[in-house]
């Protein structure tokens, strides 16, 4: 895969240091060649990669991480890095009719340029990075349009994705807030929030079934395409003795994915253990949700993500 999105932003960390580090909490570093924003505040600790524009962790003062990463990631241009919160745009999973364009878009696989940072009142710190077609992209996807995502860190981490359309033509989206969090055994977990919403399989050849039961447990391969969902999941969690709550503004489908030992054997940048300790609860839009802007028009959506201790 190409790695050349968006090849505007400046590569030199001294530079974005001297721009936006006396704005709130944050410094730039690098990462092998990718540049890294670190916020440390009151709240918490967090990274985040200009490439993709993805939270690589976010560590509530004196707490385990809420995210996961897998310890075989590659922090690589033209790879997509596995664990944390990925952004899926302008299409999540396959892209509908060419296999070769890739997988969940190439947001995440574009370089991403810092728009602005502040601290807010309450003491939280704010990161808006932002992209724009280019000749890539309008390869790709033959919109011209720009996208922010602005990650908010404080007593929860907010990351949302807004997404304008520049173009003088309609265009339509999926997209996906990926996150995979960190927990301490598949087995010791379970999530709450689900029942009595519809859910297409993806292992099972996508029928619609309804969540009869109250809580989602682990214990095997799970990829659950739930629409109509726009409710609040908690995932609780006996062994590190504490809840995840994920929200969401604006996403009407959740995605719960968990790789399971076989799978986990066939994706390259995983442990084969990997699967034990994460799992994906995801704000989607996508299926019977697809977003549709006219020119002018913009959209937001948003995953809220806190850690409540048991
Ligand atoms: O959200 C679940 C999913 O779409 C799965 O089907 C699985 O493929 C996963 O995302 C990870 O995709 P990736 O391209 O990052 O390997």
Redesign the pocket.
Known sequence: MSAKFNEVMPVNVHALNSKFSHKGNIFFNKKADLIIAKIDNKYACCSISLYGAQVLSYEPQGEENVLWMSKKSFFEYGK?I?GGV?VCFPWF?PHSSDLSKP??GFARLSKWEPDSVSSLEDGATRLVLKISDNSDTLQLWPYKFEAKVIITVGAKLEIALEVYNKDTKAFEYTDAL?SYFNISSAENIHISGLQGAKFHD?LSGDSLKTQEEKLLLFTKEE?RRYIGHSSTCVITDKGFKRELIVEKTNSHTT?V?NPWEETTKK?SDMEPNGYKSMV?V?AVNAYSDVVKLNPGESFRMSTILSMHKL
């Open positions: 997509a596995r990925p999973g997988q969940h990926h993806g990829n995605v994915w994706i994906c995801e």
